[in-house]
C-alpha cells in the first residue's frame, strides 16, 4: 500500500490524491473485512448490540487575544489552556477518552474477551490532536486500527472532515468534506485501514430530506465506497405510509429520489432513541438486544442487532462510567447468544446468509411521502419547488430542514447570520478553485479547502448566539482572503 504524507506545511493532507483514494476504495470493494476475521458464530446468533463512539473537538481562531489575528487552535486546547472556565476541567479526561480504546481493546483481546467497537473521530479533531503534539493519542488508535491482532474489533465510519451537518451544507462542498477525511485517515493509519472503512456516520445524525438533497447525499456516499449509513429513527419514514420504521433493529434500504426521477439507495442501519451518553455509557443497548429474538426476512430468521452511537467524551457517566460497564458487558457478552458486532461484520455475515439488499425494508428521509403525494418524479424542480411551499404553507409540521437526533432543533432556521457567509464562500470557492481546475495538491487549494471545512463545523450553528458563531464567521472571512489575494 502507498503511504501518504499526513501534512503539506502546516496544513493536513485532505487532498490531491483522489484518484489514489478512489483506486484503494475499488480494489476493497467487494472483499470481506470481518467476515473471516471476527470468531463470532452467526449460525448460534440470538441478537446482536452495536455500539459507536463518536469523537469531536471544533477548531476555532482562538489562539490569541484578538479574534481577527488568533491561532487556529482546537478547542481541546483551548479548554486545556483555560481550566477555570465552566466545565473545561474536564480536558484532561477529554484526552484519555480519544485515547483510552487503544487501551482497552489489547486488554480484553489478551484477556479472551470478545471486545467489539464502531469509532467516529472527525477530520477537525484529527489535525487538533496532531497540532497540540498528542501524539500519544494517535499511536494508541494505530494500535488498534492496524494490528491483526487488534482490529477486527474496531470498524472506523467516516464522516464529514469538518463535521458539517448535511441538511444545510452546500452538496459540492459536502463531498469535499467525505474525501477530505479518507485522505486524512489514510495519511494517518494508512491505504490499507482505509479500504476496510465502509460505513458512515453523518454528523449529528442530520439527514437530508429534500429530495433533491438526499438523493445527493447518497450519491455521493457510494461514490466514495461507503456501503452503509448511520440513520436516526426518527429521520426517516415507510414510503407507503409516512410513518416511522416498525422493526428498527434490522438493516433497511434509504432510497432517495430526486426531482428528476433518479435514484440512489445505500443500506441504513438505525440507530434508536435519542442522543443520551448514558445509553451507552450503561450499555443499554446489549441489555435491550438481550431480550430480543430472531427475526424472519426475506424467508430466513436473522438475528436483530440494537445499534447505538453517543459522544465518546462528553458528560461525566461516559467519561466515569463507561470503561466498567464496557469491560463488564464484553466479559458477560463473549461466546453468547448476543455478542458485540460491528456493523460491517454483521452485514457481511447477513449477506452471506444469503440476504440481499432487496430483501430489506425500504426507507426513505421523513416528509418526504407528503411530496410524493402530490408530485411525480421527473416533474422537474421548479414544480417540486412549488409544491414544498405549498406544503410549508399548510404547516402540520412539515419542513425541508433535515432530520437529526432531535427533533426540536433546526439546522438552518436562526442561523441565517452564520448560514450567509458559509455560502456565499461555498460561491466564492467554486469561482476561484474549481471552475478554473486549480489542482487539488496545491498548497493553496489546500489551504483553501482547509478553511471552507473548517468554517462549516456544526458548533458554530448549534450554539447560535455569542462567541461560536463569531468564530465561524471569522474562520470564513480568513478563507475569504485567501481566495481573493492568492487565486
Given at each position: 500500500?502507498?503511504?501518504?504524507?499526513?501534512?503539506?506545511?502546516?496544513?493536513p493532507?485532505i487532498?490531491?490524491?483522489?484518484?489514489l483514494?478512489?483506486k484503494?476504495?475499488?480494489?476493497?470493494?467487494?472483499?470481506p473485512?470481518?467476515?473471516?476475521?471476527?470468531?463470532?458464530n452467526?449460525?448460534?446468533v440470538?441478537?446482536?448490540?452495536?455500539?459507536?463512539?463518536h469523537?469531536?473537538?471544533?477548531?476555532?481562531?482562538a489562539g490569541?487575544?484578538?479574534?481577527?489575528?488568533?491561532?487556529?487552535?482546537?478547542?481541546?486546547?483551548?479548554?486545556?489552556?483555560?481550566?477555570?472556565?465552566?466545565?473545561?476541567?474536564n480536558a484532561?479526561?477529554f484526552?484519555?477518552?480519544y485515547?483510552r480504546?487503544g487501551?482497552?481493546i489489547?486488554?480484553?483481546?489478551?484477556?479472551?474477551?470478545?471486545?467489539?467497537?464502531?469509532?467516529?473521530?472527525s477530520g477537525?479533531?484529527f489535525?487538533g490532536?496532531?497540532?497540540?503534539g498528542?501524539n500519544?493519542?494517535?499511536d494508541?488508535l494505530k494500535?488498534?486500527?492496524?494490528d491483526r491482532?487488534?482490529?477486527?474489533?474496531?470498524?472506523?465510519l467516516?464522516?464529514?472532515?469538518?463535521?458539517?451537518?448535511?441538511?444545510?451544507?452546500?452538496?459540492q462542498?459536502?463531498?469535499?468534506?467525505v474525501?477530505?477525511?479518507?485522505h486524512?485517515f489514510?495519511?494517518?493509519f494508512?491505504?490499507?485501514a482505509?479500504?476496510?472503512?465502509k460505513?458512515?456516520?453523518?454528523?449529528?445524525m442530520a439527514?437530508p430530506?429534500?429530495?433533491?438533497?438526499?438523493?445527493?447525499?447518497v450519491?455521493?456516499?457510494?461514490n466514495?465506497?461507503?456501503?452503509?449509513?448511520?440513520?436516526?429513527?426518527?429521520s426517516?419514514?415507510q414510503?407507503?405510509?409516512g410513518?416511522?420504521p416498525?422493526?428498527k433493529?434490522?438493516p433497511?434500504l434509504?432510497?432517495?429520489?430526486?426531482?428528476?426521477g433518479?435514484?440512489?439507495?445505500?443500506?441504513?442501519?438505525?440507530?434508536?432513541?435519542?442522543?443520551?451518553?448514558?445509553?451507552?455509557?450503561?450499555m443499554?443497548?446489549?441489555?435491550e438486544?438481550?431480550?430480543?429474538s430472531r427475526w424472519?426476512?426475506?424467508?430466513?430468521?436473522?438475528p436483530?442487532?440494537v445499534?447505538?452511537?453517543s459522544?465518546?467524551?462528553?458528560?461525566?457517566?461516559?467519561?466515569?462510567?463507561?470503561?466498567?460497564?464496557?469491560?463488564?458487558?464484553?466479559?458477560?457478552?463473549?461466546?453468547s447468544?448476543?455478542p458485540?458486532?460491528?456493523?460491517?461484520e454483521?452485514?457481511?455475515?447477513?449477506f452471506?446468509?444469503g440476504?440481499?439488499?432487496?430483501d430489506?425494508?425500504?426507507?426513505?428521509?421523513?416528509?418526504?411521502?407528503?411530496?410524493?403525494d402530490r408530485?411525480?418524479?421527473?416533474?422537474e424542480?421548479?414544480?417540486?419547488?412549488?409544491?414544498?411551499?405549498?406544503?410549508k404553507k399548510?404547516?402540520?409540521?412539515?419542513?425541508?430542514?433535515?432530520?437529526?437526533?432531535?427533533?426540536?432543533?433546526?439546522?438552518?432556521?436562526?442561523?441565517?447570520?452564520?448560514?450567509?457567509?458559509?455560502e456565499?464562500l461555498s460561491?466564492l470557492f467554486y469561482?476561484?478553485?474549481?471552475k478554473?481546475?486549480i489542482?487539488?495538491?496545491?498548497?493553496r487549494?489546500k489551504?483553501?479547502?482547509f478553511?471552507?471545512?473548517?468554517s462549516?463545523?456544526s458548533?458554530?450553528?448549534?450554539?447560535?448566539?455569542?462567541?461560536?458563531?463569531?468564530?465561524?464567521?471569522e474562520i470564513?472571512?480568513?478563507?475569504n482572503?485567501i481566495?481573493?489575494y492568492?487565486f
Open positions: 500500500m502507498v503511504t501518504l504524507e499526513e501534512y503539506s506545511n502546516d496544513i493532507n487532498s490531491g490524491s483522489e484518484k483514494i478512489e484503494v476504495i475499488n480494489d476493497s470493494r467487494d472483499k473485512v470481518f467476515l473471516h476475521e471476527g470468531g463470532i452467526f449460525d448460534q440470538k441478537s446482536a448490540c452495536a455500539i459507536a463512539l469523537m469531536q473537538q471544533p477548531l476555532i481562531p490569541g487575544h484578538e479574534l481577527q489575528t488568533a491561532g487556529i487552535i482546537s478547542n481541546l486546547k483551548f479548554m486545556m489552556d483555560n481550566q477555570h472556565i465552566h466545565d473545561y476541567h484532561s479526561q484526552h484519555w477518552c485515547k480504546m487501551e482497552y489489547p486488554q480484553l483481546i489478551h484477556d479472551g474477551k470478545q471486545p467489539r467497537i464502531m469509532l467516529e473521530y477537525v479533531l489535525h490532536l496532531r497540532n497540540m498528542l500519544d493519542i494517535i494508541s494500535t488498534i486500527t492496524c491482532n487488534y482490529r477486527r474489533a474496531v470498524e472506523w467516516g464522516c464529514p472532515w469538518g463535521h458539517a451537518v448535511a441538511p444545510s451544507t452546500p452538496v462542498d459536502y463531498i469535499l468534506h474525501k477530505a477525511w479518507q486524512h489514510a495519511a494517518i494508512g491505504t490499507e482505509l479500504s476496510r472503512v460505513g458512515f456516520s453523518p454528523s449529528e439527514l430530506n429534500h429530495p433533491d438533497i438526499a438523493f445527493e447525499f450519491k455521493t456516499l457510494k466514495c465506497g461507503y456501503t452503509w449509513v448511520l440513520v436516526q429513527e426518527h426517516v419514514e414510503p407507503e405510509n410513518y416511522g416498525e422493526r433493529h434490522i433497511h434509504l432510497k432517495c429520489t430526486n426531482s428528476s433518479e435514484s440512489a439507495s445505500i443500506v441504513a442501519v438505525i440507530k434508536t432513541q435519542g442522543s443520551d451518553t448514558k445509553l451507552v455509557a450503561q443499554q443497548p446489549y441489555y438486544a438481550k431480550g430480543l424472519e426476512l426475506g424467508g430466513q430468521q436473522l436483530p442487532v445499534t447505538q452511537i459522544d465518546g467524551e462528553n458528560g461525566g457517566v461516559m467519561i466515569n462510567e463507561f470503561p466498567a460497564k464496557y469491560f463488564e458487558v464484553c466479559s458477560e457478552a463473549t461466546g447468544e448476543t458485540l458486532m460491528n456493523i460491517t454483521y452485514l457481511e455475515h447477513l452471506t446468509a440476504i440481499e439488499e432487496n430489506l425494508p425500504l426507507l426513505q428521509p421523513v416528509m418526504q411521502k407528503r411530496i410524493w408530485f411525480a418524479p421527473g416533474d424542480p421548479e414544480k417540486m419547488e412549488k409544491t414544498i411551499e405549498e406544503l399548510e404547516g402540520h409540521g412539515f419542513h425541508m430542514e433535515g432530520g437529526s437526533w432531535t427533533n426540536n432543533i433546526s439546522w438552518v432556521k436562526g442561523y441565517e447570520d452564520v448560514l450567509g457567509p458559509m456565499k460561491s469561482e476561484k478553485v474549481v478554473p481546475g489542482s487539488t495538491d496545491e498548497y487549494f489551504n483553501a479547502l478553511h471552507l471545512l473548517a462549516q463545523t458548533c458554530y450553528r448549534y450554539w447560535g448566539q455569542g462567541t461560536w458563531p463569531e468564530y465561524g464567521k470564513c472571512r480568513r478563507a482572503d481566495l481573493t492568492d
